[in-house]
């Protein structure tokens, strides 16, 4: 009997590990992360991709053709990086590809907070403001490429198309983001990128889909 109670506690824990690494610890994988062994690791699943295709291609047909930004706006942004006219530029540009009035739209930037979301989307009267808290310096293009995310965020939202579960919805937005032409910035905006902090070497990245995701959602794209 005590055999048997022992075996019973056992596979009870084993299974307790088990549904912790399923239902949390993978979803803590597949956060963005701050260097580290995982910082390769996104979002890549096919079943998740291929079903936020189909929703995407449901509601707005065809994909859009590709998204590049313009020399004017990238000239400025080497030079300046945080300048908010060129982002407004690029969000207006980013909108105007969807098809969506550029002038409804207004960026501005603020010094990357702890615990603040790097981008959000709020009412402001008639105006949407798209807040960005970012240290853009060292990744232009990830700055880029979390504004196209917002973006699209707020645009599948007004056209009425959200999914309740949080790891759903921003695997379907950055599959978006892809499918509405930008995936050359979201693919450079969201590779992981190597910088020194503090005097040490340091490995980074944002975003859900990680670049094997999105070249699968481009691969897909192609073939339809």
Known sequence: MLFTDTKRTILTLIG??????????????????????????????????????RKLASSFGAPLP???VPATIMNILER?????????????????HCGYNREKLVLRMFPAKEKTPPGRISKLG??????????????????????????CHFYLDSSGIELVNTRENEILTDTASVYFGFGQVMREGYRPKFSVRDGQNTWSRIGYLDVKGIDYVSEKIGMM
Do not use: C
Not at 19 to 27: E, N, S, T
């Open 80 to 96: 300046e990086p945080g300048s908010e006219y060129a982002l407004n530029l690029f969000l207006q540009e980013v909108a105007g």
């Open 126 to 151: 008639s105006t949407f403001l798209m807040e960005l808290h970012m240290d853009n310096g060292e990744n232009i293009y990830g700055v880029l490429a979390v504004i196209v995310h917002e973006f």
């Open 66 to 68: 590709a998204f590049l």
């Open 16 to 53: 307790a590990v088990v549904l912790f690494y399923v239902f949390v610890g993978r979803k803590l994988l597949e956060k963005p992360v701050d260097g580290g062994k995982n910082v390769w690791q996104g979002i890549s699943d096919p079943e998740l991709i291929d079903e936020a295709l």
